[in-house]
């Protein structure tokens, strides 16, 4: 009896977000802030899904403004970052395409956070990249602070958007 092929094929979702890479300018240094939960144990850059007719950069924005409570001017793209998961809920893998854009706080409170996430602090910008949950958006964070360091020390920081 010849051995049949499976033809099962694991169902496909493609999902696109959203966020940034939120920086102060500090006496010490740079400071970035990340949302958190404590159970599971998570901390996390700000992001989300486009709204119907909105751009990433809209996107952007608009997220982190909602999930960390801070006014902010987006400056320059940082990082395209894209991988996979399987949704545990339905078993349906996901290919999840992120935009990170670098992002200067002007103004807001941390206080005025959404409810999508427990906490939302600010952090020294090397304790923000080693507390970071996923490698992927460490290395974001990294480059992040690049660019941000960058303009920092040349004066070249953006006007508000």
């Not at 751009?55 to 987006?74: C, F, I, P, Q, S």
Request: proline share 5%; aromatic share 8%; charged share 30%.
């Amino acid at each position: 009896m010849a051995a049949s092929r499976s033809t099962w094929q694991w169902r496909t979702e493609r999902h696109v977000s959203a966020g940034g890479v939120v920086y102060r300018c500090i006496e010490d240094g740079l400071e970035i802030a990340l949302c958190g939960r404590t159970r599971p144990k998570l901390w996390a850059l700000p992001k989300g899904t486009p709204i119907a007719g909105e751009t990433l950069e809209d996107t952007a924005h608009r997220e982190v403004e909602e999930e960390t409570g801070l006014k902010v001017v987006l400056e320059e793209p940082v990082e395209v970052v894209s991988y996979w998961f399987i949704r545990a809920a339905d078993g349906v893998r996901c290919d999840k395409t992120v935009h990170f854009y670098l992002m200067r706080a002007v103004g807001g409170s941390l206080e005025q956070h959404d409810p999508e996430f427990e906490l939302v602090q600010w952090f020294p910008a090397t304790e923000a990249v080693r507390l970071l949950t996923h490698v992927n958006e460490a290395k974001v964070a990294e480059k992040a602070l690049a660019l941000a360091e960058a303009k920092a020390r040349d004066g070249t920081e953006s006007p508000p958007r």
